[in-house]
């Protein structure tokens, strides 16, 4: 198992950028595939992006493609959210998340495919 520790959130105007970044503990890690929720408030938790243990696979919620792009760097048991275009709407905590199984395959788009959580990082947006 893997443990997810999220950092790099924060508050920043609309139309910037932030980078998230989910260190996890753990020898596992590269097998894992490793995935961003967020939760506004008085929302539910939603899917953000996902990048499978390989790093070649990745998929997105419509609602942030074309402006965030998830990576990830196995040496270092860590991946990355790269949030560009940023509006206020994607204010919210973000969650990093590895999978149950190893080696996966799939959109893993639910949250009951993932096995670990972080405690999450706190992006606000400005107007």
């Known amino acids: 198992q893997v443990q997810p520790v999220e950092s790099g959130g924060g508050l920043v105007q609309a139309g910037g950028s932030l980078r998230l970044s989910c260190t996890a503990s753990?020898?596992?890690?590269?097998?894992?595939?490793m995935g961003w929720f967020r939760q506004a408030p008085g929302k539910e938790r939603e899917f953000v992006a996902v990048i499978h243990w390989s790093g070649v696979n990745t998929y997105y919620a419509d609602s942030v493609k074309g402006r965030f792009t998830i990576s990830r760097e196995n040496t270092k048991n860590t991946v990355y959210l790269q949030m560009s275009s940023l509006k206020p709407e994607d204010t919210a905590l973000y969650y990093c998340?590895?999978?149950?199984?190893?080696?996966?395959?799939?959109?893993?788009?639910?949250?009951?495919?993932?096995?670990?959580w972080g405690q999450g990082t706190q992006v606000t947006v400005s107007s």
């Open positions: 998340a590895a999978s149950s199984t190893l080696y996966g395959r799939g959109n893993l788009y639910f949250e009951n495919e993932y096995g670990s």
């Open positions: 753990g020898r596992t890690f590269s097998g894992h595939a």
